[in-house]
């Protein structure tokens, strides 16, 4: 007999056996080096310009008439950063130097949360936390 809650483990399985086949994949169209000279100035240079834009950004003091939350589900910071990398290689690049369409958002937030009965929360119960600000079990 099964137990409450308990799942069958075949798609986890099947998910995880994908991710890690794409990516051992080789990323095609990434044949030369870049034509520019990535040395300390140059990441320097870069730093300087994406805090000159947060500078110069306009400043909302009033209250938002809307907020719009995009929810990558599953999306962390490292799956945030290979899909950046990933993006950059496909273009025949190294990757590190590309950005995500989101990352050019005037203003952005990085949000985390769980359920209260485990660390890994499911889809469920983390839109509960982000939209009504309670967590919940797994499962609810």
């Known amino acids: 007999m099964e137990k409450f809650g308990k799942r069958s483990q075949s798609p986890i399985i099947l998910i995880a056996f994908v991710s890690f086949y794409f990516c051992i994949q080789p990323v095609h169209g990434r044949p030369g080096k870049s034509s520019v000279k990535e ?16 500078i110069n950004t306009k400043r909302y003091e009033g209250v938002a008439k809307n907020v719009i939350f995009f929810v990558g589900d599953g999306m962390g910071v490292p ?4 899909a950046r990398i990933y993006k950059g290689q496909k273009k025949g690049e190294s ?3 590309e950005s995500l369409a989101w990352e050019d958002f ?19 119960g983390t839109a509960t936390a982000l939209f009504s600000g309670i967590k919940t079990r797994s499962g609810m």
């Open 106 to 124: 005037p203003f952005t937030g990085l949000m985390k949360t769980y359920n209260t009965d485990r660390q890994v929360p499911d889809s469920a």
């Open 39 to 54: 040395d300390g100035s140059y990441w320097e240079m870069l730093g300087k310009k994406d805090l000159q834009k947060a």
């Open 79 to 82: 799956t945030h950063t290979m």
């Open 95 to 97: 990757g590190e130097e």
